[in-house]
């Protein structure tokens, strides 16, 4: 932890989240695709990398259910696991 | 001084024909010392001239080099009041080559997420820690106890957050990074941090966290020996109307 007493260039600065806060999922509305994601951690030794589907899926519930802006899957560092074909999935990602 | 003109007179008058010269040369000596002392006299006097002038150079020589030594303290001074000024740009622009403390590397924008390639050489460890301030009363945790994530690819990870108690409290979060240095990688795309959160009585929520480290991770020297890397949330209770000065946001 960065306390007073540990001045220098040590000090650590807390940076805002790129896009914001995420709105709190009070209905539970995308539980279940939390628990898949969980149970996938926890089947793979907690590799993130084998779980970025269930993780894009979770996303993906959030932008269904206003809990999250919607946004190209791209932006999102998903560009590899959208099904579109190539040649869409580039047109997509222009702004 | 004296004493030669004591002396020669002794020797002058016994043998007079032998030291004539001797004599004469003592006459010549005595002379030239009356004439010395004359003119010590009027040297004195003179001396008082040359003395002054002397010391009226000396003075004028003095005021000048305190004239030099003093303006080159004076211009000392100034230039260490310039540079406590310029001190804190410069120290900025250091900041930002250097990436000390945290603060924005630079090409740091939402079109990386896109375009980065992650890096699968790379795994690290991020381990998951959560905090609540004494007064908080929510249950806080992380959900995972750590998650291997490689540079450049984006991860997802979960908090939960309880409230046991009978009121709803509203809480706000931040969060801390270690080691320091690693924290200029590691970006929030989103999380829930910064924002005040409330939470109903008895209520049970999912916090998710969605970040990714920065591909150019792998390519820092200084990183070179970090495998692990700590994310750590703390939750504070919000009062209610108080406004907390976020970083990076900017009220409109």
Known sequence: ?95 | MLLPLLLRPSLCSPHASAFLSRCDAARTLRSQTELFLRRTLPLRFQSRGTKSRGRKTREQDWKTRNKTVLTYVAAAGVGMIGLSYASVPLYRLYCQAAGLGGTAVAGHDTDLVETMKPVKERVLKVTFNADTHASMQWNFRPQQSEIFVVPGETALAFYRAKNPTDKPIIGISTYNVVPFEAGQYFNKIQCFCFEEQRLNPHEEVDMPVFFYIDPEFDDDPRMARVSTITLSYTFFEAKEGEKLPLPGYSYN
């Open chain 1, 1 to 95: 932890m960065s306390t007073a007493m540990n001045f220098g260039s040590k000090a650590f600065k807390p940076r805002a989240p790129d896009k914001g806060s995420f709105p709190l999922d009070h209905l539970g509305e995308c539980k279940g695709f939390k628990e898949k994601f969980m149970k996938c951690l926890r089947d793979n030794n907690h590799d993130n990398s084998l779980c970025r589907l269930q993780s894009k899926d979770y996303l993906e519930c959030r932008m269904d259910n206003q809990l999250m802006a919607k946004e190209p899957m791209e932006k999102l560092g998903f560009g590899d696991l959208v099904d579109a074909p190539p040649g869409q999935a580039d047109k997509d990602a222009e702004p």
